[in-house]
């Protein structure tokens, strides 16, 4: 295999030229595709279309559209929203919001409708009519019945009346966030713009939630690039000292990022809040293939090598190697594909991609840049390399003279570790995905809290033995079933076809009402939301406090225990809803970190026995591999993070990347096994060889995860941390349990401090 790498190096050396010219070419390609790329921060990544869950919510939303998403909003706030001034000034903001394109419909104070019921039959009503608006006298006595009005309580005026709400509809998809920025923007200018002076405002709504996180995850995924860059080349710096390093270890990522994402665009993949961390896994992972390359080229070069044949003794030794972490880290992210999220799934084929491109980028790119480095003799700085050495010794004395003691000291932990999992939550609530005092989190915890927010599901019901809801004996379970739903203690608003029905208006009568206003009135849009053209199906939409997805689940439980209590067996009742699926693809998180797992394990393990092509070494390897998972799960357990969409993806991930190091650890024991060495010498001399790659390239892992840190959205904040810890704990197992085991695993456990002084 060597002799096909040295011919493959030779080849890259001859051409390095062409190869870089033909690289700078597909790099300025790259970076015009990575332009072109669109966000998409809704709740649809997390489903793909095919999946069974999204398709009741598809059909449905085809009949009655987005009620969740179709607006946005804005709460405004001053001690004058019940006088006539300031009212005067909110009906023109609204005439004018009502104008611009895309807008359908306008809800606030003024432009609030509502059905009546007279002899002659139905009619909508102004709440605040345009003649007390113009009234050079006007009645204040009136304002004071708006104020009790009980069908805009807590709908489009808090209970203090200091607070309103003044909504748009919106024609545009939600998933068309690129479509639905101009719209926002225009709607936020006008209103800034004509509201009186003295009010506060808060945007909000389903589409200004995601263009703010859109911001937030462009913003943060850039902050963590240039983090983890800074950290990175400050790190490289430290160490060695030179600035050829740095240059040896970015130039593989610094071409492999924008292709991978072009080829991304390519296949129609968009920045979503889980793809927004691919840049910053291909960099992690793509410095730390780099520089255990760089360390075998200072071990030649060191050892008198020329800088030519140090190359190409480093390109042998480690092109096997460096393909055997990349099969596995990349099996680590594809066994994501098995989850039922759809973000985790395209993440898990994401970074997949990217990892066979950044080692394509390495295999082509670090040669040629270590070739034209200075050629001298190179290594850690003096500090660095005293500190490492030292560490290192004093780590080879502990594990060749108490193999027993460590090993029994780790089977304690792992006790512990199993101890705390049950302690594991499974929960994630939409409003604490970022910091408590972060505008979009206080402007949706004001909107729950004085009106009715956005979250919750819809219910699709439709009759199974009556015609259509025309009927009285329909009405009444329908109204049974509403004032039901009503009592639940996180419920803020119920609303359905009952509700444009006027009070006192005969059973007989409730058709031609709807249909007239579902035709021609300022209620259509509304009442479409609701009841379809024939009657025959019916939405449920209803707002919730952001309960969380454990209640979540408990909460549909009871909707269909009520229903079943109210509606019968006589009508077909489901939730839907972009609320519930999200809810619903969170509940199977559990399961898809469970196989995942055992897919990268099934597929990881026999590559690493095949690779290693030792009984023994495959066996010592096992545990060490496997502990950092078990102590993520455990450290998470401890610190209280839930498993969420950013953590379930951990297990797989750090499998894929932990077991990098065990490979070239584990190598290295079964080369110098060979030259049939004392077992304790062999752990000294790998552990001196390799330590040093190992503790660099884990310091590489833990900076570049800890500068998620800096990321605003809590779940990839947690998603950080942890990976963070399962790199420590990983390493912790490379320097002090894999050797132990191996050592044990020869029953040497016999101290002979004469062998490591």
């Not at 292709?259 to 291909?282: D, F």
């Not at 951990?650 to 079964?670: K, P, S």
């Not at 990321?711 to 399962?726: F, K, R």
Request: charged share 20%.
């Amino acid at each position: 295999m060597k002799i096909f790498y040295f011919k493959l190096h030779d080849q890259i050396v001859r051409n390095q030229r062409v190869i870089l010219s033909a690289l700078g070419v597909l790099w300025v390609g790259a970076m015009v595709l990575v332009s072109q790329m669109q966000f998409d921060m809704s709740f649809r990544p997390l489903f793909a279309d095919e999946d069974a869950m999204y398709a009741p919510t598809e059909r449905f939303e085809a009949v009655f559209g987005e009620a969740s998403g179709a607006y946005i909003g804005v709460i405004l706030e001053s001690e004058d929203i019940l006088t006539q001034p300031y009212l005067r000034g909110l009906a023109r903001v609204s005439d004018q919001v009502a104008q611009l394109q895309h807008v359908t419909a306008v809800i606030s104070l003024t432009h609030f409708d509502f059905p009546i019921w007279t002899p002659t039959g139905s009619r909508t009503v102004r709440l605040i009519p345009k003649s007390f608006l113009n009234s050079e006298t006007p009645e204040n006595s009136f304002l004071e019945q708006v104020r009790s009005h009980p069908n805009i309580k807590r709908v489009i005026l808090s209970e203090d009346g200091k607070k309103t709400l003044l909504l748009a509809r919106v024609n545009i998809p939600l998933k068309d966030l690129k479509g639905r920025r101009p719209v926002i923007r225009q709607f936020k200018k006008t209103v800034v713009a004509g509201i009186p002076l003295g009010t506060t405002m808060r945007f909000t709504g389903v589409s200004v939630v995601e263009e703010g996180y859109a911001d937030i995850v462009l913003w943060s995924s850039i902050r963590s690039t240039v983090l983890t860059s800074t950290g990175l080349v400050l790190a490289l710096f430290l160490f060695f000292g030179r600035l050829s390093s740095i240059a040896v270890a970015l130039a593989g990522v610094s071409i492999a990022s924008p292709i991978t994402l072009a080829l991304l665009h390519l296949i129609g993949q968009k920045i979503t809040i889980i793809n927004s961390m691919v840049p910053i896994m291909l960099l992690i992972i793509g410095v730390a293939d780099a520089i255990h390359m760089e360390q075998s080229f200072m071990h030649y070069r060191n050892n008198g090598r020329s800088a030519s044949e140090a190359v190409r003794r480093m390109f042998g030794a480690m092109a096997l190697p460096c393909l055997m972490t990349t099969v596995t880290t990349t099996i680590g992210f594809l066994s994501l594909r098995m989850a039922n999220i759809g973000a985790i799934r395209d993440f898990g084929l994401n970074v997949g991609i990217g990892v066979v491109v950044v080692y394509l980028m390495n295999i082509l790119l670090v040669p040629i840049v270590l070739l034209w480095l200075p050629s001298k003799q190179v290594g850690f700085t003096r500090w660095a390399g005293r500190g490492l050495e030292y560490f290192l010794n004093g780590t080879s004395r502990l594990v060749t003279g108490h193999a027993g003691k460590i090993t029994f000291a780790f089977a304690t932990f792992i006790a512990i570790c199993v101890w705390l999992l049950p302690k594991l939550s499974l929960d994630q609530k939409f409003n604490e995905e970022v910091a408590a005092d972060h505008p979009i989190r206080l402007n949706q915890a004001l909107l729950d809290q004085e009106f009715t927010g956005f979250l919750g599901p819809e219910i699709s019901v439709r009759p199974k033995k009556t015609s259509n809801f025309w009927s009285s004996e329909a009405m009444d379970q329908m109204r049974k079933f509403q004032d039901a739903l009503r009592e639940h203690p996180d419920v803020l608003h119920i609303r359905t076809y009952l509700d444009y029905l006027p009070e006192g208006m005969p059973h007989s009568s409730a058709q031609k009402v709807l249909s007239t206003l579902r035709k021609d009135s300022p209620l259509k849009y509304q009442v479409q939301e609701v009841i379809n053209q024939d009657g025959k199906w019916a939405s449920v939409i209803v707002r919730t406090n952001d309960m969380g997805t454990k209640r979540a689940g408990e909460f549909k439980d009871w909707i269909e225990e009520i229903s079943i209590r109210h509606l019968g067996t006589d009508f077909e009742v489901e939730v839907v809803g972009q609320w519930w699926l999200a809810q619903r693809g969170m509940m199977n998180i559990l399961s898809d970190m469970l196989w995942s797992f055992i897919t990268a394990c099934i597929l990881i393990l026999p590559i690493m026995a095949l690779l290693l092509r030792s009984i023994r070494l495959f066996l010592v390897s096992l545990l060490p591999n496997l502990l950092p998972m078990l102590a993520a799960l455990a450290f998470m357990a401890a610190a209280g993070i839930s498993i969420r969409i950013g953590t379930a993806m951990i297990l797989a991930i750090a499998l894929g990347i932990a077991i990098d190091d065990t490979i070239h650890l584990m190598i290295q024991l079964r080369e110098h096994n060979t030259e049939g060495k004392d077992r304790k010498e062999i752990v000294l001399r790998t552990l001196a060889q390799t330590g040093k790659a190992i503790l660099y390239t884990s310091v590489v892992l833990v900076i570049g995860f800890g500068s998620m840190l800096s990321n605003e959205l809590i779940a990839i904040q947690d998603m950080g941390i942890v990976a963070a810890v399962t790199i420590i704990i990983a390493l912790i197992s490379d320097l002090y349990l894999a050797p132990a085991l191996y050592l044990l695993s020869f029953r040497v456990l016999k101290k002979d401090r004469s062998q490591i002084r």
